[in-house]
C-alpha cells in the first residue's frame, strides 16, 4: 500500500516506522513547513496533524479522491463539513479519536458500564485523561468520545472540562512529562469506588489501528468509524 503522511511528527514517524515494517511504501509526507514525494502518487492518506491543520489535510485528500484515515484531534466542528465532502466526492474517510484496540474494546467496556450503572444514582461518575505536555488540545478526543458513552445512558445533561456542576459530566484534563494516553472512568459514592483505566504504555498502538483502518478503507467507499473496521458492535 502506498502511503501519504499529512503529518509528520511524533505519530506520522511512528505511523512510516511500523508501516515500512509491514511491507508498506511512504510516498509522500508533509509536516508544517515542509513536504516530501508525489501525493498523487499515494493510495491512501493517513493524517495527524494539528487542529489547526486537519480540515484542510482531509480536504486535500479527499479533493484528490484518496481514502483518508485521520487521527488528529480537536477539530471535530468541522466533522460534517468533512462528511458532505466525502459524499460529494464519493470518497472514503475515518476519523477516530483514537485507532488502538485497547482503547476501542475500552469504548464498549465504558458503554456497557455507564448502561449497568444508570440506575445507581448514588455513584458520581467522572471522567480524567492525562497526556504528555506537548498536547493541544483538552480534553483529549478520547474523553470525549467516552463522555460522549456515559452520557447515551446518563441523566447528565453534557460534560464539562473541569466541573463541579451536578448536572454535567466532569472531565478532568492533566497534563505530564511523556504520559502517552491515559484515560480513566470513575464512579464514585460514599461507600466506596469503581474505576476503570486505560493506559497506553507507547503510540505503537494509536499507529497500528491506525495502518489497519487504512488497509481496510483503501478499496471501499463512505464514511466509516473504528467500530466498522474492528467489527464491534454498537450498544
Ligand atoms: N486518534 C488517535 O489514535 C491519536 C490521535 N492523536 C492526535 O494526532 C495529532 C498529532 O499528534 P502527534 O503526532 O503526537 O503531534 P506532533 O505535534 O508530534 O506532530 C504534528 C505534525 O503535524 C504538523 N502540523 C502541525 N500544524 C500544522 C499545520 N498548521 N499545517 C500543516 N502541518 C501541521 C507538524 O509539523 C507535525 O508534522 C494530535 O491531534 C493528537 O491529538 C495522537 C495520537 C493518537
Ligand atoms: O495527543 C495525543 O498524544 C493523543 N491524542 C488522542 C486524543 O486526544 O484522545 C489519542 C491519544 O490519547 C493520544
Given at each position: 500500500?502506498?502511503?501519504?503522511?499529512?503529518?509528520?511528527?511524533?505519530?506520522?514517524?511512528?505511523?512510516?516506522?511500523?508501516?515500512?515494517?509491514?511491507?508498506?511504501?511512504?510516498?509522500?509526507?508533509?509536516?508544517?513547513?515542509?513536504?516530501?514525494?508525489?501525493?498523487?502518487?499515494?493510495?491512501?492518506?493517513?493524517?495527524?496533524?494539528?487542529?489547526?491543520?486537519?480540515?484542510?489535510?482531509?480536504?486535500?485528500?479527499?479533493?484528490?479522491?484518496?481514502?483518508?484515515?485521520?487521527?488528529?484531534?480537536?477539530?471535530?466542528?468541522?466533522?460534517?463539513?468533512?462528511?458532505?465532502?466525502?459524499?460529494?466526492?464519493?470518497?472514503?474517510?475515518?476519523?477516530?479519536?483514537?485507532?488502538?484496540?485497547?482503547?476501542?474494546?475500552?469504548?464498549?467496556?465504558?458503554?456497557?458500564?455507564?448502561?449497568?450503572?444508570?440506575?445507581?444514582?448514588?455513584?458520581?461518575?467522572?471522567?480524567?485523561?492525562?497526556?504528555?505536555?506537548?498536547?493541544?488540545d483538552a480534553p483529549s478526543g478520547t474523553a470525549i468520545t467516552i463522555a460522549e458513552g456515559i452520557l447515551k445512558h446518563?441523566?447528565?445533561?453534557?460534560?464539562?472540562?473541569?466541573?463541579?456542576?451536578?448536572?454535567?459530566?466532569?472531565?478532568?484534563?492533566?497534563?505530564?512529562?511523556?504520559?502517552?494516553?491515559?484515560?480513566?472512568?470513575?464512579?464514585?459514592?460514599?461507600?466506596?469506588?469503581?474505576?476503570?483505566?486505560?493506559?497506553?504504555?507507547?503510540?505503537?498502538?494509536?499507529?497500528?489501528?491506525?495502518?489497519?483502518?487504512?488497509?481496510?478503507?483503501?478499496?471501499?467507499?463512505?464514511?466509516?468509524?473504528?467500530?466498522?473496521?474492528?467489527?464491534?458492535?454498537?450498544?
Amino acid at each position: 500500500m502506498k502511503i501519504a503522511l499529512l503529518g509528520y511528527g511524533k505519530m506520522g514517524k511512528t505511523i512510516e516506522r511500523l508501516a515500512l515494517e509491514k511491507g508498506h511504501s511512504v510516498v509522500f509526507k508533509s509536516s508544517i513547513d515542509s513536504s516530501e514525494g508525489n501525493f498523487e502518487d499515494a493510495e491512501v492518506a493517513i493524517e495527524f496533524s494539528s487542529p489547526e491543520a486537519a480540515v484542510k489535510n482531509i480536504s486535500k485528500a479527499l479533493e484528490a479522491r484518496i481514502p483518508v484515515v485521520s487521527g488528529t484531534t480537536g477539530w471535530l466542528e468541522k466533522y460534517d463539513e468533512m462528511v458532505k465532502l466525502c459524499e460529494k466526492r464519493n470518497g472514503s474517510f475515518i476519523s477516530a479519536s483514537n485507532f488502538s484496540i485497547g482503547v476501542n474494546l475500552f469504548f464498549s467496556i465504558n458503554e456497557y458500564a455507564a448502561k449497568l450503572m444508570a440506575p445507581w444514582k448514588e455513584y458520581n461518575v467522572s471522567v480524567e485523561e492525562i497526556h504528555h505536555l506537548e498536547k493541544k488540545d483538552a480534553p483529549s478526543g478520547t474523553a470525549i468520545t467516552i463522555a460522549e458513552g456515559i452520557l447515551k445512558h446518563s441523566n447528565k445533561k453534557n460534560w464539562k472540562l473541569n466541573t463541579s456542576e451536578e448536572n454535567s459530566l466532569n472531565i478532568i484534563a492533566k497534563r505530564e512529562e511523556d504520559v502517552k494516553g491515559t484515560h480513566l472512568v470513575s464512579y464514585d459514592s460514599e461507600i466506596d469506588t469503581i474505576s476503570f483505566v486505560h493506559e497506553a504504555h507507547s503510540r505503537e498502538g494509536f499507529a497500528k489501528g491506525a495502518i489497519l483502518a487504512a488497509e481496510w478503507l483503501k478499496d471501499k467507499k463512505g464514511i466509516f468509524t473504528m467500530k466498522d473496521v474492528l467489527r464491534i458492535d454498537e450498544f
